[in-house]
């Protein structure tokens, strides 16, 4: 079946025909974002969820999205998707990093100089027939001092944009090292610093804890007095309330915003102020940008649907297309030695290991280690996959603990997984055959070799004379066929293990049978 996608915000159509030509079934509703309730009543149809920022994904949504599997988000704030909500439910959340950052900071650049000359204001008095020549007395933006907050990929376009109209630029960013500042022809300076001495501050940082209302009132107090202030980023980074009295009392002198705490913004303290200039979240509207991030989000979505293919992914290792078939059988072992682990173990896992030795270990080991959690936590946990095993290992205290290893062994690659818990250690190894089919070829130190089947019955015994003979007779009398029977030893005469495919599902009183067999451990029903 044809992938289903919804697309609930303003793409350019661009997108809808991506998404056509590569065979995936697509609904534009571009209104449908704003509709909270219908969107919860729809999304369960569909595998993937194109957005830009009027659409919220919150947790109500995704708990009626039970086909979903990625959401791309056309831009770049992320902001209005629950990304812990969405990596529980397995949900990529994907954006499009670049696609839309120079009309943004294009954006910022028009604000400032709007603000500058006053240019909406005098429009306004000039189209009203006035004629105020004397009443807007603007200010030169050459040689003033731009303070830039965040200088990451838009902040860093505006800065090159404001050197050259020659103004002075500087920039408070923790992770803003020395050598991209000297680079970029900007200062690196802390927080206070910059308060103190723009002419101009602007926001190019997204929306987190640590952000929200970094211009907070105390902040504004510090400002150099007249300061302008320009938001193309997020509301919530400026306190409007504070910036609002700021304005007033003159010690702030303009603030131009695109953005705000509450969107779609049909009131806000700043409104009606003489020195505020307003645009509706326009940062991204550019016939360009809308037409780069809809052609990217619609790439980048039908990738992960048709091929596995992972990009700009903000919860998930990005994976290529070329990637995606090589990793593949891994993924598919890892889960599986997972799933062998989960199957066995039954009480609380403390630590997980896994260890990557040879060519595998050239691979993107994050997305294998996702997989081995997810098919570990998997029988205790039915709804969990390769996107939210980590944090749902997290949530539970369980380490994760990952090493590669570029040693040539007995296999050209091999996968171990070692559970730990508070009882016990257990190791299992597989590979990778050329067939491209996983096996098992280590059980806690024995040497075996099998393919892991739907079901299976793995055996502990001591290593004695007429086990196999007996094990085989009961499998017989109960009328089960063998379908392929694999055994090991650590020694003669020490521990023994086997591990037999058969045709249909073992009954209970066969397994009670075999576990009550002479020189028998343990002997458990498992199921790939
Ligand atoms: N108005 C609009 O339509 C648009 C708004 N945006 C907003 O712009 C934001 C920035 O976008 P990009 O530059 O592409 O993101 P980016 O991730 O490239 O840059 C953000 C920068 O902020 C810095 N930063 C993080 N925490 C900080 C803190 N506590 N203090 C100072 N700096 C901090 C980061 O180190 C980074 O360099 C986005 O998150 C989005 O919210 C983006 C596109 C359009
Ligand atoms: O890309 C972003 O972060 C934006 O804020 C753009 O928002 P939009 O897609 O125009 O609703």
């Known amino acids: 079946m044809a992938p289903r996608v919804l697309i609930s915000d303003a793409l350019s159509p661009a997108a809808v025909q991506i998404f056509k030509d590569r065979g995936i079934e697509v609904d534009f ?15 369960g149809d569909y595998d993937g969820l194109a957005i830009r920022s009027a659409t919220k994904v919150t947790p ?4 009626q999205a039970k086909r979903l599997k990625v959401v791309g988000r056309a831009g770049i704030g992320v902001d209005n998707v629950d990304i812990p909500a969405a990596t529980a439910k397995g949900v990529i959340v994907m954006n499009t ?65 404001a050197l050259g109209l020659k103004m002075k630029v500087i920039a408070f960013d923790p992770f803003l090292s020395p050598e991209r500042a000297l680079d970029l022809g900007v200062e690196k300076v802390e927080l206070d610093d910059l308060l103190a001495r723009a002419d101009v501050i602007t926001l190019h940082t997204p929306l987190t804890d640590k952000t929200r209302n970094v211009l907070s009132a105390e902040a504004l107090a510090k400002t150099k ?30 603030a131009a915003f695109d953005v705000f705490v509450t969107e779609p913004a049909n009131e806000n303290p700043l409104f009606g102020h003489p020195n505020v200039i307003c645009t509706p979240h326009l940062g991204a509207s550019t016939t360009e940008a809308q037409e780069n991030v809809a052609l990217q989000v619609a790439e980048q979505m039908s990738d992960y649907l048709l091929r596995g293919a992972i990009s700009n992914a903000v919860n998930f290792p990005s994976i290529t297309a070329e990637e995606a078939p090589k990793l593949k059988p891994f993924i598919e072992l890892a889960e599986k030695l997972g799933s062998f682990a989960g199957q066995l173990t039954d009480t609380d896992i403390k630590t997980v290991r896994i260890t990557y030795d040879g060519a595998v270990a050239g691979l993107k080991i994050k997305a294998l280690t996702s997989a081995a959690v997810a098919g570990l936590l998997r029988p ?6 390769v996107v939210s095993a980590p944090s749902i290992a997290k949530e539970r205290g369980i380490v994760i603990e990952e090493t590669t290893r570029d040693v040539a062994g007995d296999y050209e690659s091999l996968v171990t997984l070692t559970v730990v818990t ?92 075999v576990q009550a067999l002479p020189h028998v451990k343990q002997a458990k029903p498992l199921a790939f």
């Open 380 to 385: 205790a946990l039915q709804d969990v996959n």
């Open 422 to 513: 508070e009882q016990m250690e257990r190791s299992l190894s597989g590979t990778v055959f050329a067939d491209g089919r996983p096996r098992i070829v280590d059980i806690k130190g024995i040497k075996v070799d099998a393919e892991f089947a739907p079901s299976m019955i793995y055996v502990t015994n001591e290593d004695r004379p007429g086990f196999v003979g007996r094990f085989a007779g009961l499998l017989g009398e109960a009328g089960i066929n063998i379908a392929t029977f694999a055994l090991g030893r650590d020694r003669q005469g020490g521990d023994a293990i086997a591990l037999v495919e058969i045709d249909g599902a073992a009954p209970e009183e066969l397994l009670a049978k």
């Open 97 to 161: 990093p670049f696609g839309n950052s120079i009309t943004t900071a294009e954006h910022a650049i028009a604000m400032m100089f709007a603000l500058a000359r006053e240019i909406p204001a005098a429009d306004a008095s000039t189209q009203a027939g006035k004629w105020e020549k004397n009443r807007f007395m603007g200010v030169e933006l050459t040689a003033k001092t731009l303070g830039i907050i965040g200088c990451g990929n838009i902040g860093s376009i505006v800065a090159d944009r």
């Open 60 to 63: 109500k949504i995704l708990a």
């Open 225 to 254: 007095k007249g300061v302008r202030i320009i938001n193309c980023a997020r509301g919530g980074l400026v306190d409007e309330v504070a910036l609002a009295a700021a304005l007033d009392s003159g010690q702030v002198g303009g």
């Open 29 to 43: 509703q571009p209104a449908l974002g704003k509709d909270k309730d219908k969107l919860a009543e729809i999304i």
